[in-house]
């Protein structure tokens, strides 16, 4: 029998905390850049490469999530198909979660961050649960 998944440690790690928290989700999926060289196209249609972009944002509590699988069955109702889900962790504050501008801000951050490449202070995980880690 194997351990507890990454995924299934954070929420249990989230569930843990002194203060109530929102797990954030930023799922991204490949484009090509418009100014793409020939080689960076030709890279991208053999399903490498090209550049991340947001697709869609939500926040959950982390009781409701059992697992991985739960949250990318989720998505698929309500998102295209993506290539990396970045997870962050919000915290609230004298026994009451983010509020929901405190919540807005942060996904818009996430996006803005994602746009200008500085996700290292994400988890990320691909679509069929293994961790990812970008430099």
């Given at each position: 029998?194997?351990?507890?998944?990454?995924?299934?440690?954070l929420?249990q790690?989230?569930?843990?905390?002194?203060?109530?928290?929102?797990?954030?989700?930023?799922?991204?999926?490949?484009?090509?850049?418009?100014?793409a060289?020939?080689?960076?196209?030709?890279?991208?249609?053999?399903?490498?490469?090209?550049?991340?972009?947001?697709?869609?944002?939500?926040?959950?509590?982390?009781?409701?999530?059992?697992?991985?699988?739960?949250?990318?069955?989720?998505?698929?109702?309500?998102?295209?198909?993506?290539?990396?889900?970045?997870?962050?962790?919000?915290?609230?504050?004298?026994?009451?979660?983010?509020?929901?501008?405190?919540?807005?801000?942060?996904?818009?951050?996430?996006?803005?961050?994602?746009?200008?490449?500085?996700?290292?202070?994400?988890?990320?995980?691909?679509?069929?649960?293994?961790?990812?880690?970008?430099?």
């Open positions: 029998m194997t351990g507890p998944s990454h995924f299934e440690r929420l790690a989230a569930a843990s905390q002194a203060e109530p928290q929102r797990l954030l989700f930023l799922f991204a999926g490949a484009e090509l850049p418009a100014d060289t020939a080689a960076q196209r030709e890279r991208f249609h053999a399903g490498q490469g090209g550049a991340l972009a947001p697709l869609a944002c939500v926040d959950k509590s982390p009781g409701d999530l059992s697992s991985f699988a739960a949250l990318v069955d989720e998505s698929r109702q309500a998102c295209p198909p993506w290539q990396v889900v970045f997870i962050a962790a919000l915290s609230g504050q004298a026994g009451r979660p983010p509020s929901p501008s405190q919540v807005d801000g942060a996904l818009h951050a996430m996006v803005d961050n994602l746009r200008a490449g500085r996700v290292g202070d994400y988890l990320a995980f691909g679509p069929d649960g293994e961790a990812l880690s970008f430099s």
